[in-house]
């Protein structure tokens, strides 16, 4: 699975498990909301009617209860005052009236959407939540040619080079040495400032160090000499070597020997480095 399907799917997971889990966190969410608006809208006619009860001025007080009513909520929801146009016509004189009609309609209303809610699934969004967290957490999602690395810029189609701060072995991108085939366990930030070459799919050999003769998608990432290489991917690679061999149809022997301080490397050494960064 790709990095951008990877995340999303994990937030989306991540998302449901705690939306749906037994704890009911959406039910009691959307039931706290449900009570936030409803208090507002009975407010907002309390507060109407207050205003316009005892005006001498004017004359079409269910038209001003209504402007008043709409101004009140506006900053909660989005109420068109059009859309309230057929309460003006119906003759009705008495606001203190209109005003106990319409906080029985909105009990009602808070009522029978309680019921509704009571079995809400994820379903009930018009735009996924999952979808909103990651398009809001997303950035660049290219990869390194080389190894594989997610490049760390914030922004999708951004100006400049990708980068990525630490490289990882390039094994994990399926590289092998031309003469024997085995797995690499260098990374390519180490390799340009090398002497070796590698060869592209088009079978031109190319010194790492001029990786961006190779053209795109070499040419739009910026790798720095730097031999650094995280913890992490040293355990990972020991740990999982069978499954790099199976997945990549190649031996980590003679260059790609997997060093044995690598296989000392436990996990939680692995996650700590991680942990402080």
């Known amino acids: 699975m790709f990095p951008k399907a990877f995340f999303q799917n994990y937030i989306e997971r991540r998302v449901k498990s705690h939306c749906l889990d037994g704890n009911r966190r959406l039910e009691k969410f959307l039931d706290s909301f449900l009570n936030l608006l409803h208090g507002n809208i009975l407010s907002a006619v309390s507060l ?17 209860w209504l402007d008043e009513f709409c101004r009140e909520l506006s900053e909660v929801i989005s109420l068109p005052r059009s859309d309230l ?8 004189i008495d606001i203190e009236f209109l005003s106990s009609v319409m906080t029985k309609a909105v ?19 018009s735009t996924q939540p999952h979808t909103i967290l990651a398009e809001h957490f997303s950035g660049c999602w290219e990869q390194c040619p080389f190894c594989g690395a997610v490049c760390t810029n914030t922004m999708q189609g951004h100006d400049g080079d990708h980068q990525v701060v630490l490289h990882r072995p390039q094994a994990l991108k399926g590289w092998r040495t031309c003469e024997t085939h085995h797995l690499v366990t260098t990374i390519c930030s180490s390799n340009v400032a090398g002497e070796i070459s590698f060869v592209t799919d088009d079978e031109v ?19 720095l000499p730097d031999p650094s ?28 020997e997997i060093p044995e301080a690598w296989r000392r490397m436990t996990k939680q050494e692995a996650l700590s480095e991680l942990d402080k960064r």
């Open 48 to 64: 109407s009617t207050q205003i316009v009860k005892d005006r001498k001025d004017r004359e079409d007080k269910v038209s001003l």
């Open 85 to 92: 146009k057929g309460i003006e016509h119906q003759e009705v």
């Open 107 to 125: 009990d009602d209303l808070r009522d029978k959407l309680k019921k509704e809610l009571a079995d809400a699934d994820m379903s009930l969004f």
């Open 205 to 223: 050999s190319i010194p790492y160090k001029r990786y961006r003769d190779a053209g795109p998608p070499y040419s739009t990432w910026n790798i």
């Open 229 to 256: 290489m995280q913890a992490y991917w040293k355990w990972f690679v020991s740990h999982f070597q069978t499954e790099l061999e199976a997945l990549y149809n190649g031996k980590f022997q003679g260059r790609g």
